[in-house]
């Protein structure tokens, strides 16, 4: 709570300092905050611009404004266009419920995002962290339950697997409208990990946000070789006792690394695709339940206990007091040891056999008040400027969601040059080493599994 | 003159509370109603046992060595010394600290990785992490004991040092005169006397630490955990199906505690 409410005040500081400098939509360059870029504007025209926090100038190719073509208008905006959302967005505050437990992922919400939707559209942003996900889906259940249907208290959420189906299936989301949104064009709604999130269709009641993929972490100083694959790291955590921990699923993080050592228990991924099959997953279960009873002795206390979450699993190994930390982010273990938090020597590696990815978006509650603000934000999300302001290891280090071949030439040539994190692997390597996440009823049942069969065993 | 104040409290607290009657009865918000049974379903599951144990364990170990302690520091308290006043205030001092924040200094101390362990490993004591003792996370709640034993000892210290010093001295004097040694003093003349504030004060630590959820959760295991550590994990469970016993397992917790709150006010009324 605390937390939260430093949170507001600083965002209610910033956004009194902001407001006092510069009306909406007027020339560029005017904030004094960033560092501002004002050149190709002539040919261009209407140029939209972002407070830049990477240093240095960089080209600015134009974006879209205008929604895809044969896109239909979203409920409530029908035989309106996009300037029309943009027009009522402004003046708009869009209450952002997402995770916060990345100071980083934070301050590149409150910063560079919030500046620029600010400046470019009057929209104020409002950024709410949370620990998990149920906290707003509570939230916004309160308020069905309360007959709230109208201005309810959130307007866009970070949102992604079982929390989406458990939303779309009680009826609290607000659409379709992804596809309307100009950017949207640059996603390439062919891809199935993009169309469907963890095997339920998006339907246009979400916006692609980013892309996220499981690596391990380590360091060299600690450990030279890293385990090439799942057998190998069992066989390391055996001869290593007390060295090795992952958090408790429900935890995201430690449910995703779970699921590395079912498929690998199962000898494979495939027969868990598509529908949940009660069988299968009975089959399936009992050798994973298997594989982690016999390594939990060899575990951080013994197994005795489990970290609650990431966060504290990365005291743990920034303390030494475990070899190894997992993410579900390649680029995070870079962005750590930018911070200082992680020794220099920290590197990332993933198994032989591949590691999970997945695709993370935004949505809206149904009752939100400023649904055109939240498309706006969402929007400007997707842009080709905040995806790759995302992208950066110094500000986030997220895998970009927009398909570089459906971007502008100008931008594809952007995009080639993100740099990369010391401790990131090269993006060819993590491409050829993609698994499928399972659709949100197999992860619900394998994590009420572990509760049932490995904590309290 | 109550009217308004009572109102307040009835209309918030108990509708809730009856909010969370209702949902622990089948009814989910959105889904509508469920099959019911959350009770049965609780009640019968093995984590609800052991996590009853683990939560009475907590409290009654807390509120046990905190009347010991506090008792203690009342004793040496009352005594007339140089710099009184400055030690009381330093015996008083933790009082506004919040739990949380307690919780995180017994964090940052006890941890593996701790303060304490990291003077351990200065000295040479232990090599790595996990030679410290584990006293957070484990299972015997030692870190959650600390953090509740440091701050109710003085909550109680308090309580015992006010009865001690409108007693005064004179029954003990009385006593020594009819030749009661240092122990029958205490046991047949102190203890009698302070003997209603600190049933009275045990009992109130013994229902917060009963129902309080933020320090097992930070410094508890994974399981089994406090009992509002669990009705906070059903409650966010992402299966919706879990409310009605996550509303089942607060309504226990509330009923548990009213009890204690029957306990006390017959207690307190007794005395009176």
């Not at chain 1, 209407?46 to 205008?66: F, K, L, W, Y």
């Given at each position: 709570m605390k937390k939260i409410f430093l949170l507001m005040l600083m965002l209610l500081l910033v956004a009194c300092g902001g407001g006092e400098e510069t009306p909406v939509d007027e020339a560029d360059g005017a904030d004094g905050g960033g560092v501002e870029v004002t050149e190709g504007g002539a040919e261009t025209g209407?140029?939209?611009?972002?407070?830049?926090?990477?240093?240095?100038?960089?080209?600015?190719?134009?974006?879209?404004?205008?929604a895809p073509e044969g896109a239909a208008a979203p409920p409530q905006y029908e035989g309106q266009t996009w300037d029309d959302i943009l027009a009522e967005a402004n003046g708009q505050t869009v209450n952002f419920y997402m995770w916060g437990g990345s100071d980083l992922i934070n301050s590149w919400i409150t910063g560079y995002v919030a500046d620029d939707i600010?400046?470019?559209?009057?929209?104020?942003?409002?950024?709410?962290?949370?620990?998990d996900a149920t906290e707003y889906i509570n939230k916004v259940l309160g308020e069905k339950e309360a007959g709230q249907d109208e201005d309810g208290s959130i307007d866009l959420v970070w949102v992604n697997g079982e929390n989406f189906r458990t939303m779309r299936q009680a009826d609290l989301l607000y659409g379709n409208w992804s596809q309307f949104l100009p950017s949207s064009a640059y996603v390439n709604w062919d891809?199935?990990?993009?169309?469907?999130?963890?095997?339920?269709?998006?339907?246009?009641?979400?916006?692609?946000?980013?892309?996220?993929?499981?690596?391990?972490?380590?360091?060299?100083?600690?450990?030279?070789?890293?385990?090439?694959?799942?057998?190998?790291?069992?066989?390391?955590i055996k001869a290593n006792p007390g060295q090795f921990a992952y958090p408790a699923p429900p935890d995201f993080t430690g449910s995703a690394f779970m699921r590395h050592i079912c498929y690998h228990a199962a000898g494979g991924y495939e027969s868990m695709l598509g529908e949940f099959d009660q069988a299968v997953f009975e089959a399936n279960a009992a050798a994973c339940w298997a594989l982690l009873n016999e390594i939990e002795p060899f575990l951080w206390r013994e197994g005795a206990t489990y970290p609650e979450s990431r966060t504290q699993m990365q005291d743990l190994f920034a303390n030494g007091e475990v070899s190894f930390d997992m993410a579900y982010n390649p680029a995070e273990a870079s962005s750590l040891v930018e911070n200082g938090r992680y020794p220099q020597t920290t590197r990332t590696f993933v198994f032989e056999e591949g590691t999970i990815a997945n695709t993370h978006y935004v949505a809206i509650p149904y009752n939100s008040g400023s649904k055109a603000g939240a498309m706006v934000v969402a929007n400007f999300l997707l842009s080709p400027d905040a995806q790759m302001s995302k992208a950066q290891p110094a500000n986030w280090g997220d895998l970009p969601v927009v398909d570089p071949a459906l971007l502008p030439l100008a931008w594809q040539a952007l995009f080639d040059t993100i740099p990369r994190g010391t401790a990131t692997l090269p993006t060819e390597e993590l491409a050829a080493h993609r698994l499928p996440e399972l659709q949100a009823p197999w992860l619900t049942a394998f994590e009420q599994g572990w509760v049932e069969n490995v904590l309290e065993q | 003159m109550l009217a308004p104040a009572l109102a307040v409290v009835l209309f918030l607290f108990g509708g809730g509370l009856s909010l969370a009657l209702v949902q622990s009865w089948g009814y989910v918000p959105g889904v509508g109603w469920g099959e019911g049974g959350a009770y049965w379903a609780v009640?019968?599951?093995?984590?609800f046992g052991r996590s009853l144990l683990l939560t009475l364990w907590i409290a009654g170990v807390s509120t046990t060595v905190s009347a010991v302690l506090a008792v203690g520091l009342a004793l040496l308290l009352r005594r007339p010394m140089r710099g009184k006043r400055f030690i009381t205030a330093l015996f008083q001092f933790n009082l506004p600290i919040p739990h949380l924040v307690g919780g995180i200094g017994i964090l940052f101390l006890v941890t593996q990785s701790g303060f304490l362990a990291r003077i351990g490993h200065y000295f040479g004591l232990i090599e790595v992490p996990a030679d410290f003792p584990?006293?957070?996370?484990?299972?015997?709640?030692?870190?959650?004991?600390?953090?509740?034993?440091?701050?109710?000892?003085?909550?109680?210290?308090?309580?015992?040092?006010?009865?001690?010093?409108?007693?005064?001295?004179?029954?003990?004097?009385?006593?020594?005169?009819?030749?009661a040694n240092r122990w029958q003093r205490f046991r047949y003349v102190i203890l009698p006397l302070i003997w209603p504030g600190l049933l009275s004060s045990s009992i109130l630590v013994f229902a917060f630490t009963f129902g309080a959820f933020e320090v097992p959760l930070l410094l508890g295991s994974r399981y089994p955990s406090a009992l509002p550590v669990l009705a906070y994990r059903l409650y966010t469970d992402v299966d919706l199906g879990a409310r009605p016993e996550a509303m089942a397992l607060s309504i226990i917790i509330a009923v548990i505690m009213g009890l204690l709150i029957a306990v006390y006010m017959r207690v307190t009324r007794g005395i009176r």
């Open positions: 209407t140029e939209t611009e972002s407070g830049d926090d990477m240093g240095g100038a960089r080209p600015q190719p134009d974006q879209i404004e205008v600010k400046r470019q559209y009057g929209v104020e942003l409002n950024m709410v962290p949370i620990s891809d199935p990990s993009v169309a469907n999130d963890f095997g339920f269709p998006v339907d246009g009641y979400e916006a692609p946000y980013g892309k996220a993929q499981f690596v391990m972490i380590y360091d060299t100083a600690r450990v030279a070789e890293p385990p090439a694959d799942i057998a190998a790291l069992i066989e390391w | 009640l019968t599951a093995p984590a584990a006293l957070v996370y484990d299972p015997w709640g030692i870190g959650i004991i600390l953090e509740y034993v440091w701050k109710s000892t003085i909550f109680m210290g308090v309580i015992v040092l006010a009865t001690l010093q409108t007693v005064g001295e004179d029954y003990e004097a009385v006593a020594q005169n009819l030749g």
